[in-house]
């Protein structure tokens, strides 16, 4: 069984559109996180969640709203895509956020903006 | 914010071929993760060390963090194709809960002839 698993995979769309992204985590972890990697292949942190309440937000265009429906989901919504959003989204999650708790990432979702 | 600096940026060797990666930071490591992403698989969890001097293996692959928790480095032994991919190190900083997000290094692509 996949431990985090985001859809969709792959991901082609007009500049302009919303889209989103679902990451479900079957491990029981109370945090969620959202990555992205650009096409420098650099992985930042987005957002994070703690039970479904947000901890860490990043400094991210308003255009990207993470939901939590319940601690096993994390959602990214992306409104009015642009060419720069282009890149791999990676969901993650964890224990409760103390060292030593490994954080345990998806296989990543392609995100082409033409 | 915390910097890692991972070297070499890539890195082609013989298959059978000893080989070392390392991650240096402009801080004190709190938790040092390593991951190992192949294309369309997502990252993979490898091994984490938090203590100064600690060192880990699996398989083939040793991790060591430095008594000054400031330098980690990753040894592979005998190298296969299968060892071939971008290893990334993540770094939490000090003080956990918000605070409690990966920093990653550029990466190292590994590359194993065979």
């Known amino acids: 069984d996949t431990a985090v698993s985001q859809t969709p995979k792959y991901l082609v769309t007009q500049m302009g559109n919303d889209k989103s992204i679902k990451c479900e985590q079957n491990?029981?972890?109370?945090?969620m996180y959202w990555y992205k990697q650009d096409s420098k292949k650099f992985l930042k942190i987005m957002f994070s969640?703690?039970?479904?309440?947000?901890?860490i937000n990043e400094t991210v265009p308003n255009r990207f709203s993470p939901k939590s429906p319940d601690k096993a989901h994390l959602n990214l919504h992306i409104n009015s895509l642009e060419l720069g959003d282009s890149a791999v989204y990676f969901c993650a999650s964890s224990q409760v956020p103390a060292y030593g708790n490994t954080i345990y990432f998806g296989e990543g979702s392609w995100l082409t903006v033409v | 914010s915390q910097e890692l600096e991972q070297s070499p940026q890539s890195l082609i060797v013989q298959e059978g071929k000893n080989l070392t990666i390392n991650c240096t930071s402009s801080k004190t490591l709190y938790g040092l993760y390593w991951y190992k992403q192949k294309y369309g698989e997502g990252l993979i969890f490898l091994m984490m060390l938090q203590k100064g001097g600690e060192e880990k293996s699996h398989e083939k692959i040793t991790a060591k963090l430095d008594e000054k928790k400031q330098q980690s480095s990753l040894h592979i032994t005998a190298s296969q194709p299968s060892h071939a991919g971008i290893y990334l190190c993540g770094a939490l900083p000090e003080g956990g809960g918000s605070n409690y997000k990966l920093t990653f290094g550029k990466g190292t692509l590994l590359t194993v002839n065979p």
């Open positions: 491990l029981g972890h109370d945090t």
């Open positions: 969640y703690n039970n479904k309440e947000l901890i």
